[in-house]
């Protein structure tokens, strides 16, 4: 059973990768007020031309006037919190202060404000990697978080839980693995050039599996979790129908790109032993216990994975069904780069 959505919705991180998704599918559905939480005043610009219903209000989640600005007025509206970081510059303090004590914030303000239903968007870092590539995270697995990223989603996923295990509020926690699509960040521009140019590094034989989730994708997700009737006080993976193996999306990337009329460089790229990414993962977890963090050195220890999820569960309980798949997701991350003038 599905309820009807609310007309007024509220996004923190909305000038974000997802949220810049989330908003255009919100507007596109007829909202009548879609009030956007974003850090500059041009991110806010790009967004109120979507529509007159896009109200931008310009702030920090750890800022209680902007939390307080965000909320006024919008009652019983729906929450997505997406807000987050994900590679802090230098250090991991910023984890902490924003995926934890931010959310903390915004839940405050949903409470104050009535919300009608919170969904929050977690992460598969509380859960670290599987133990064999033929394993899947459920909504039943064991907590593992991977370093301090992983240890902040996880502490912001528990403060969601409580809050609805008091009665706060409804809330629905979405856990995407590693996500793609457009609006991308610099840091995929950057992924998708190194990929053409044969540069990015495949670790081991390439048989370690992914699961990821395309924008378009995750955004039908965070809509479920808003209706459906099952949803309060759980959570979903949410991503694409299978994982693929890493080798398989690095093909997925150069047939994508090759679709869009870009070269690319013949041959797989370097391969790297197991073994150089056990060694990033040593410096990465020493340097994160020192409270510094180093992105290529953390994004290279996490290549060695598998991080594969069954999403079964939202399939059943939200009526979630990925509908596009990875070189077709690819291909519209492309076009968007391309789009906005990114080389690539």
Not at 48 to 55: A, D, G, N
Not at 161 to 181: C, K, Q, S
Not at 296 to 309: K, M
Request: net charge neutral.
């Amino acid at each position: 059973m599905h309820e009807a959505p609310s007309r007024s919705v509220l996004v923190t991180g909305a000038a974000g990768w997802l949220g810049q998704n989330l908003v255009r599918e919100l507007v596109a559905g007829g909202r009548e007020t879609v009030r956007c939480l974003v850090q500059h005043a041009d991110e806010g610009a790009l967004l109120e031309v979507l529509s007159p219903t896009v109200q931008p209000v310009v702030g920090d989640v750890r800022d209680p006037a902007a939390i307080e600005r965000l909320f006024d007025g919008m009652g019983s509206a729906t929450v997505f919190h997406a807000a987050g970081v994900i590679h802090p510059p230098g250090t991991t303090r910023m984890f902490f202060d924003v995926n934890v004590g931010g959310t903390q914030m915004v839940l405050d303000g949903a409470r104050r404000a009535g919300a009608a239903r919170f969904v929050h968007v977690s992460s598969n870092s509380p859960f670290g990697a599987n133990e064999r590539p033929t394993d899947r995270f459920t909504e039943d697995s064991p907590f593992n978080p991977y370093l301090s990223y992983g240890r902040s989603k996880l502490e912001g996923e528990e403060l969601v839980r409580r809050a609805h295990a008091r009665g706060d509020l409804e809330t629905v926690i979405v856990r995407p693995p590693w996500f793609y699509g457009p609006h991308q960040p610099a840091r995929q521009d950057q992924f998708f050039s190194a990929i053409r140019k044969g540069r990015f590094p495949l670790i081991g034989d390439g048989r370690q599996q992914r699961s990821m989730a395309f924008t378009g994708n995750l955004v039908q997700g965070c809509l479920k979790a808003e209706t459906a009737s099952a949803a309060p006080g759980q959570a979903y993976w949410i991503a694409d129908a299978e994982p693929y193996e890493l080798r398989e999306i690095f093909d997925g990337v150069r047939s994508a790109l090759r679709a869009e009329g870009l070269s690319v460089k013949d041959g797989t790229g370097p391969r790297l032993p197991r073994i150089a990414a056990d060694i990033a993962v040593r410096a990465d977890t020493w340097l994160q216990a020192a409270g510094k963090y180093v992105q290529p050195l953390h994004v290279l220890g996490e290549l060695r994975d598998t991080i594969a999820c069954d999403i079964t569960k939202a399939r059943k309980e939200l009526g979630y069904e990925p509908e596009v798949g990875l070189v077709e997701g690819m291909r519209a991350s492309i076009r968007s780069c391309l789009a906005r003038g990114a080389r690539l």
